[in-house]
């Protein structure tokens, strides 16, 4: 007899917890996406006995809510994963869920700004002002290393190393990973520690980056900072603290960095969320492939 709804979602609740370590926000949005299926089943009960046509008819039906494909794609991608854990768990012999295709989502390039549009923000900065060094400190981390704006927040004292000109982040699924710190962010952040006035709140001491009120920053917050510091240098583009990562990226492209060791820096699990770097710099490689190409040595440049 199959298990009850109510159960199965405890049991699958444990296993993104504790076997696969992912973060509140992903374990959230996996519920969710379950609770939607065991709502639209006749009987939330028979969700485990759901069969592909079960599933690729959910589907449609998210799709004539006009839900976007990408939204389409992610609300699949929690459904695979609670059948993958049914066949793992020996509660099922097959998985439905492979069989059914997600929607074709078209790739998106983000926004980059330009060194020079990046230099404007930083000119921007009122360094009198109480918040001006630590502002400074941010741009200069979130753009000289790449960070999340999530890792940003949470990142802590004794985990940036001045001297060695490193950090040790804490990425998604909790994976730790070391960033190189460039010499122009290690100066902002010891000119930041030095003049820091405010007084951490309790259990706030380790954090990095403090509002005024002693508490660490919120991606709110950073968001915030950066729209303003755009909108003050003059820069019309739809920016957030993610425009600086990917403006991280692909500078390093540019200037000939290994595409695998931006994947690292980054944290990307995967090769190919790295490789949409190639699409924003495709004339700079194009220019590489003139330059250096035994077919076109010799030959003048179109």
Not at 77 to 105: H, N, T
Request: contains cysteine; aromatic residues 6%; charged residues 25%.
């Amino acid at each position: 007899m199959p298990l009850p709804y109510n159960i199965l979602r405890e049991h699958y609740y444990a296993y993104l917890l504790l076997e696969r370590g992912l973060s509140e926000n992903t374990r959230a949005a996996y519920m969710t996406d379950l609770d939607r299926l065991a709502a639209w089943l006749p009987d939330a009960d028979t969700i485990g006995a759901a069969t592909v046509a079960d599933i690729a008819a959910f589907v449609q039906s998210v799709f004539e809510l006009g839900v976007a494909a990408r939204s389409q794609a992610r609300i699949l991608s929690g459904i695979k994963s609670f059948f993958r854990f049914l066949v793992m768990d020996g509660m099922r012999d097959d998985d439905p869920a492979s069989q059914v295709d997600a929607p074709a989502i078209g790739r998106h390039l983000p926004e980059v700004l330009t060194v020079d549009e990046i230099d404007a923000m930083i000119a921007a900065i009122d360094l009198d002002s109480p918040t001006g060094r630590r502002n400074r400190a941010i741009i200069e981390v979130l753009y000289g290393s790449g960070l999340r704006v999530s890792e940003l927040c949470t990142l802590e004292q004794r985990r940036v190393y001045l001297q060695e000109q490193f950090l040790v982040v804490q990425g998604k699924g909790s994976k730790e990973r070391m960033v190189p710190l460039s010499d122009e962010a290690a100066d902002q952040i010891e000119l930041y520690l030095a003049t820091r006035d405010v007084v951490p709140k309790p259990g706030e001491e380790d954090f990095l980056f403090l509002n005024r009120r002693g508490a660490h920053l919120t991606r709110v917050m950073v968001f915030y900072i950066v729209r303003d510091l755009a909108a003050a240098a003059g820069i019309r583009k739809t920016i957030s603290p993610h425009t600086l990562r990917h403006s991280f990226a692909t500078h390093l492209l540019e200037g000939g960095a290994n595409l695998r060791a931006i994947q690292q820096m980054l944290g990307h699990e995967s090769i190919g969320t790295t490789e949409i770097y190639l699409h924003l710099d495709s004339s700079h490689l194009r220019e590489e492939i003139l330059l250096h190409h035994p077919r076109n040595k010799g030959r003048k440049k179109l």
